[in-house]
Structure formats: structure tokens, C-alpha cells
Nanobody
Framework: QVQLVESGGGLVQPGGSLRLSCAASGITFRITYMGWYRQALGKQRELVADITSGGSTNYADSVKGRFTISRDNVEKTVYLQMNSLKPEDTAVYYC????????????WGQGTQVTVSS
């Protein structure tokens, strides 16, 4: 059974930092893509950052220079280091993992709440 277990969310003051983790288990195919998305209340889910199996990264303009995505291919874990957090970063953060065999398999985590507020 495939599981994506997210952790690291919480309440933080503006300017603070959080580190999200997403550990994948039960995936037997090659993991190609790992990413973080977020969905604020009343808004659509949006890409925050992603990273390929080769280590290429991509960031939303709103988080460039503040967030860093990384992955551990052995542990099948993706991280999101979030610095200089702003109230507008408040959202539920979801990890997305894609694996490939004869077709693409797409998996989502359950989401972790990040609240930036004083």
C-alpha cells in the first residue's frame, strides 16, 4: 500500500521558518518527480516547488529565494525548507510523487497545515 506521510506544518510568526517532509513508502517503481503544492482557503491548488529525479528544481515566483526543495532518493523523501514566511504562505501544503513503470503513477499526501500569523 502506497503512503505519503507529511510532517512539519504548524503555526509560525511572519519571518519565521518551517521545514516540511514527505516520506513515501510502498512505491516499487522508479520515482521520477516530487513536488509540493498548496491550497489556500477559497483558492485553487497551486504548485510551490518541484524537483526531478536528476535534481532539477522549479519554484513558483512567489517563493523564489525563500523556499528550497530537496529530496533523498534513498529514503524516498522530499523536503521543503521555508524561510522568511509571510501570511500569504498560509495554506494546506500537499506533496505529490510520481513514479513510472509502463505508465505514470500519481500519488498525493494528505496535506499539512501551515499558518503564518502573529
Amino acid at each position: 500500500q502506497v503512503q505519503l506521510v507529511e510532517s512539519g506544518g504548524g503555526l509560525v510568526q511572519p519571518g519565521g521558518s518551517l521545514r516540511l517532509s514527505c516520506a513515501a513508502s510502498g512505491i516499487t517503481f522508479r520515482i521520477t518527480y516530487m513536488g509540493w503544492y498548496r491550497q489556500a482557503l477559497g483558492k485553487q491548488r497551486e504548485l510551490v516547488a518541484d524537483i526531478t529525479s536528476g535534481g532539477s528544481t522549479n519554484y513558483a515566483d512567489s517563493v523564489k529565494g525563500r523556499f528550497t526543495i530537496s529530496r533523498d532518493n534513498v529514503e524516498k523523501t522530499v523536503y521543503l525548507q521555508m524561510n522568511s514566511l509571510k501570511p500569504e504562505d498560509t495554506a494546506v501544503y500537499y506533496c505529490n510523487v510520481q513514479a513510472f513503470a509502463t505508465r505514470r503513477y500519481d500519488y498525493w499526501g494528505q496535506g499539512t497545515q501551515v499558518t503564518v500569523s502573529s
